[in-house]
């Protein structure tokens, strides 16, 4: 009985055991998946469960055809490498042949898994876009191929000759851990026969040579001597296997010649962004020899291989590496000694080329140019019928304005403001341009506990927007939409929902619906909690909480019990990573913005489709990476209550957007389906009109001539931002273009001649409904000076009343900075604006004080945007007034360096009438002093 018990003891130990074991092996399973199946999750969570297979399946598709044709063609390889083994150089008598059949099968079940695993993994998307390759219906000059084949087609093919050079080496690396096998499954006494007569015979044979040393003691073994029978034979063997390796070899060296030739038209040489005369008449015939020769090294190979002749097959690669110096070498004689002496007749045919795709790949071959007389003759009438251009002029900068919004409206020190963004509304049934910045968690400053993090600050609340034209008495931005809860005073904006589960800075999951009330918003002493409502988060189940918690590192995951089987975690908040998982194949703008419609907030980020291979395009290198194709094809717009992800084809016709449409019917929506609310607040990116605009300093030259000798090459302005000059950047502003009926949203960058300040052109990219995306050129007359942005700035640093107050200014122990300087088509002419900001040294809020108009020689230096009108045209076209901005009293009000500008003012004025015996002038000024210093006093 002790026995049995002790049998059964054992059992049960044995069955616990095996149970534990089982446990432990099924964890670390789903430790190595735990990524795959959370993303999973979340993809199914969102309604993009076909995108995330949708890599997986191509994956499978390529990948397991692929495993069985290997499979079989490998093991009939190492069958047919084993048999002429056998036949002709050991007996199968002395062969261990089960041992042989596990091992083979084992090399070709590895070798066969590694090629599919590597191919399935790097070309399963360049398989996709060549499957479903959109013409673009416009083909190279050199060719004759449709553009397609380089936006699709050629880098697929380029991965796959690179994954065939590493299928030659494995093939190569299988043979040999082929042969050690089929070594270690016989007797060595096979080859102790004659060894010394066979080494006679064969001493100039080169496959003796080198089966004899792979023979005796290359494989780390004793050395095993073979007789002349069995070294032929293995010889035999192992040219047949060399030749079949050399064909290939030859073959896919000449695929890459082939491929290299495509490459010419993205190359750089000379003055040529492409194929120029050197590349067309000498490179390229070099590279169809290189191939020709490819295909004479291949031919050789079976001949010469077979009779074991093998150093007439190398005559071919050192033929190949003579032909390729020698055109290398051509090359640079004929660039140096027949290109360059002639340069402009010789590559005139290839830089038309240059200009033609370079504009086809930016998208500026349609800029409508127009002629703009920059004259000199607006009146007050043109500024008062104008208004909407100048009721929208920008006073208040970025930076100000984000500062400002930080110090007096982020409420708690937990909120912050990451960025402001600019865009326009409808307020008070008025088109105004606005700036808008979301109230955001800064979880950097929250409580670094996990219940704080997690399940209690899971939201921003609400977002902060002033018009960009108006400021209050003290020079500050005035809010129209302010504090928690949101209040708005102006018709046009409801605020329905102001919660911020998703933005720019919401980087830890959040947990919601738990045991736990989320905090919502403070609300005077007390602080007000809700519970989520909204459709994002994925369900945690009991295996789901173990998956997140295996996957966050966090025991508190699967412990908590705040958590309920009703809770869900809310995954990559952040917008940013939150649309680049989704499509990772897209080039994205860094700054997405922040709008409302219909009481809610999204967030727009603009997509961009991209291409190194467009033929004949100049390269760029911007924030979206190096490219020489660019288009922004689709918008992404994410909700920040919900989360929910909707990507948008702006350009029915763009062909890598309309690709991957069809790679993804179920992601892409045509841009029809979008809410009209949310087209009303389309942008033209910034991102992008920077890189055309730098495009196009060279390339609105279309004549030859005058391009080769860079006559006419433009560069964007410099301005004085803050107190430093630096390169003018795109900027927004609403504006009634010149001959239009009603003021459009648009974007603006002046440009001035290479190396000169007067401005020559002015380039405006348009917002709005159908005018979306077009792209307009004021050009100015060469005949006369138009005055360019650091020649205004110059005028400005002259004028005595401004630099006073700037020096001022400093010396008083403030700083002040100069926003952009913006110009402005009105009518015919051109209107120049630049506020001034003073930070005093008590305040970290910087404040407008005033404003500089610039129009022709004439400067208007005033508190207001509407007095500097007032005094150059006697009409301020609805722009606020010192008598229009109002403090708490009814009276506009002023600050300390009012009164210190004032008591300067008038001591200088003074100091003059003193010198001209004005004494009744003195006397006024001296009464000016003192009040002023009065006021100082008070």
């Given at each position: ?35 795959f ?33 290997l ?20 007996s ?18 590895i ?24 013409k ?23 991965q ?140 050789a ?128 049934n ?5 700036y ?15 219940l ?6 899971t ?20 809010v129209v ?7 708005s005073?102006?018709?046009?904006i ?15 999951y ?37 998956m ?12 908590s ?12 908040r ?19 913005y ?7 907030l ?20 911007g ?27 702006m350009?029915?016709?763009?062909p ?6 069809k790679?993804?019917p ?80 648009i ?36 005949s ?20 006073q ?7 008083a ?52 945007l ?73």
């Open positions: 009985m002790k026995v049995e018990k002790a049998k059964r003891t054992s059992g049960g130990g044995n069955k616990t055991a095996l149970i534990l074991l089982i446990v432990i092996a099924v964890i670390a399973v789903l430790s190595l998946l735990v990524n199946i959370t993303d999973w999750m979340w993809f199914s969570e969102m309604g993009y469960v076909s995108v995330f297979l949708k890599k997986i399946t191509t994956e499978l598709i390529i990948g397991v055809p692929l495993f069985a044709v499979v079989i063609l490998i093991d009939l390889y190492l069958h047919r490498l084993k048999k002429n083994y056998f036949n002709k150089i050991v199968n008598e002395v062969t261990d042949e089960k041992r042989l059949s596990v091992y083979t099968r084992i090399v070709v079940a070798f066969s898994l590694i090629i599919a695993a590597y191919t399935a993994t790097h070309l399963w998307f360049g398989s996709l876009q060549y499957t479903y390759a959109t673009v219906k416009l083909k190279d000059p050199v060719f004759h191929l449709d553009i397609s084949f380089y936006l699709f087609k050629l880098d697929f093919l380029k796959l000759n690179d994954i065939l050079i590493v299928v030659i080496l494995l093939i190569i690396l299988m043979s040999i851990i082929y042969y050690v096998i089929l070594l270690s499954v016989h007797s060595p006494e096979v080859f102790e026969r004659d060894y010394t007569a066979g080494q006679q015979q064969n001493s100039g044979n080169v496959f003796y040579t080198f089966a004899n040393g792979f023979m005796n003691g290359g494989l780390g073994q004793q050395p095993k001597r073979m007789d002349r029978k069995n070294l032929s034979g293995l010889v035999s063997v192992a040219s047949g296997q060399l030749t079949v390796l050399c064909v290939i070899f030859f073959l896919m060296l000449g695929i890459a010649f082939f491929l290299r030739q495509f490459d010419l038209l993205h190359s750089h040489t000379g003055v040529v962004y492409g194929a120029g005369f050197t590349d067309i008449h000498i490179r390229l015939w070099v590279l169809r020899i290189l191939m020709v020769l490819s295909l004479i090294g291949a031919a190979a079976v001949h010469f291989i077979h009779r074991h002749q093998m150093r007439k097959v190398l005559r071919v690669p050192v033929i190949m590496l003579i032909v390729a110096l020698a055109g290398t070498g051509v090359a640079a004689i004929v660039q140096n000694l027949v290109v360059s002496p002639d340069e402009l007749n010789k590559e005139t045919p290839y830089l038309q080329r240059n200009i033609k795709y370079t504009q086809n790949a930016y998208d500026l071959k349609n800029v409508q140019v127009k002629k703009f007389a920059a004259d000199e003759n607006l009146t007050s009438d043109d500024i008062k019928n104008n208004s909407q251009t100048i009721s929208n002029i920008r006073i208040n900068d970025y930076d100000p304005v984000k500062t400002f919004y930080n110090q007096t409206q982020s409420i708690r020190q937990y909120y912050t403001f990451n960025d402001v963004d600019v865009d326009r509304y409808k307020l008070n008025k088109l105004t341009q606005t808008l910045s979301v109230r955001e968690i800064d979880e950097s400053k929250i409580s670094d506990t996990w704080n993090r997690h399940l209690k600050y939201h921003g609340y609400g977002y902060t927007m002033s018009q960009v034209n108006a400021v209050t008495s003290s020079g500050q931005p005035d939409v302010k504090n928690i809860p949101p209040e005073k102006v018709s046009g409801s605020i329905k929902q102001p919660r911020v589960y998703f933005g720019e800075m919401t980087n830890d959040s947990l919601v619906n738990t045991k736990e009330d989320e905090f919502d918003y403070p609300d005077g002493t007390r602080n007000r909690y809700t519970k989520y409502k909204g459709t994002a988060g994925i369900r945690l189940n009991p295996f789901a909480r173990l997140f918690a295996i996957r966050e590192k966090s025991l508190k995951l699967l412990v019990t705040n958590l309920t089987s009703k809770s869900r975690i809310i995954i990559y952040n917008v940013e990573n939150r649309v680049k998982k989704i499509m990772p194949y897209l080039k994205y703008e860094n700054d997405p922040a709008v409302t419609a219909n009481g809610r999204y967030w727009i980020i603009d997509a961009y489709t991209t291409s190194t291979n467009y033929p004949y395009s100049e390269p760029y290198s924030t979206t990476g190096a490219s020489n194709y660019i288009r922004n094809s689709v918008k992404v717009v994410v909700d920040a209550y919900n989360g929910t992800v909707r990507f948008y084809v350009d029915q016709n763009e890598i957007a309309k690709t991957y449409q790679i993804y179920k992601l892409f929506r045509n841009y029809s389906e979008m809410p009209a609310e949310l087209k009303q607040h389309i942008r033209y990116p910034n991102d992008l009109f920077e890189i055309q605009a730098k495009i196009y300093s060279r390339y609105h030259m279309s004549n030859v001539r005058v391009f080769y000798q860079d006559e006419d090459r433009w560069s964007v302005a410099d301005e004085i931002y803050g107190t430093k000059q630096q390169q003018m950047t795109p900027n927004y502003y609403i504006v009634n273009l010149p001959g239009e009926k009603d003021a459009e949203f974007n603006s960058i002046p440009f001035t001649p290479k190396s000169k300040q007067n401005m020559t052109a002015l380039m405006i990219a348009r917002n709005d409904g159908k005018n979306y995306g077009k792209i307009l050129l004021y050009e100015f007359p060469k006369k000076t138009v005055y360019g942005p650091m020649q205004v700035e110059a005028q400005i640093d002259q004028n005595t009343e401004i630099s107050d700037f020096s001022l200014w400093s010396s122990g403030s700083q002040y900075s100069r926003g952009n300087l913006f110009v402005i088509p009105i009518k015919d002419s051109l209107l120049y604006v630049e506020p001034v900001y003073l930070e005093a040294s008590n305040s970290a809020i910087p404040e407008v004080k005033r404003v500089i108009v610039v129009y022709g020689d004439k400067i208007a230096y005033e508190s207001t509407g007095d500097a009108l007032q005094e150059l045209f006697g009409d301020n076209g609805g722009a606020d007034t010192s008598k229009t901005v109002k403090s708490g009293k009814g009276k506009k009000s002023k600050s300390q360096m009012d009164y210190i500008r004032e008591a300067q003012k008038a001591y200088d004025a003074g100091q003059s009438a003193l010198k001209e015996g004005d004494w009744a002038g003195y006397g006024k000024q001296m009464d000016a002093l003192k009040e002023a210093l009065d006021h100082l006093k008070s």
